[in-house]
């Protein structure tokens, strides 16, 4: 019989991201990242009113890809929960970076003790899912985790079969995050992987 599938997403779920990028923007750049404000809002130079512009936020975001990767570490309990849902289902990593980074994130992850297959995107994630399902077995059981609403909605728009779990690792993130279950594109919002382990292991059938 076919493994169920589950599609990952990386920072916030199995890496801590947003810590580190805040971290190195105060250390290199004299900007401060403040999450109440949310991302974008949040990022100002120091002293400054106004945040920086998109392009601003998007040219650090990728220099912190290609210089700091190292930082990043392990939301906790994520290494544990991927080997143990590894018994049970077929897992890749869908995340949102650059083709060109997808040899890094590999490598990266494989530090960790996470060694899946990788997939970039760029955009929602619901047509990037499918091409995976269509790859990999569309018939089968399958599930998403991410820590972005807008990819829960953009799964629940193009996959709505798909099992949908919206997970926010990073406790200085959680609370300042769109919630996906509470605008009904998601099956559960949990964001520790005491109890999202035991959730997903339902999901797939694996209790």
Request: net charge negative.
């Amino acid at each position: 019989m076919t493994k169920p599938l589950i599609i990952t997403d990386c920072d916030e779920v199995l890496l801590r991201m947003v810590v580190h990028f805040r971290d190195w923007l105060g250390e290199a750049h004299d900007v401060e990242l403040d999450m109440t404000r949310g991302f974008a809002e949040g990022m100002r130079r120091r002293n400054a009113d106004a945040p920086l512009t998109v392009a601003e936020m998007w040219d650090l975001l990728g220099r912190f890809f290609d210089t700091e990767m190292h930082r990043q570490d392990p939301i906790p309990g994520s290494v544990e929960a991927m080997a143990r849902l590894s018994e049970h289902a077929e897992i890749v990593v869908l995340t949102n970076l650059q083709d060109h980074r997808q040899d890094d994130r590999v490598r990266q992850l494989r530090a960790v003790g996470i060694d899946f297959p990788v997939y970039c995107n760029q955009g929602p994630k619901g047509p990037a899912l499918q091409k995976i399902l269509d790859e990999r077995g569309a018939g089968r059981p399958a599930v998403f985790i991410d820590d972005l609403a807008i990819h829960i909605g953009s799964v629940a728009e193009v996959a709505p079969q798909v099992s949908r779990l919206h997970f926010v690792g990073e406790p200085g993130v959680a609370p300042h995050t769109t919630c996906a279950l509470e605008a009904g594109h998601a099956h559960a919002r949990i964001d520790h992987w005491a109890a999202a382990l035991p959730w997903l292991l339902n999901r797939i059938g694996a209790n």
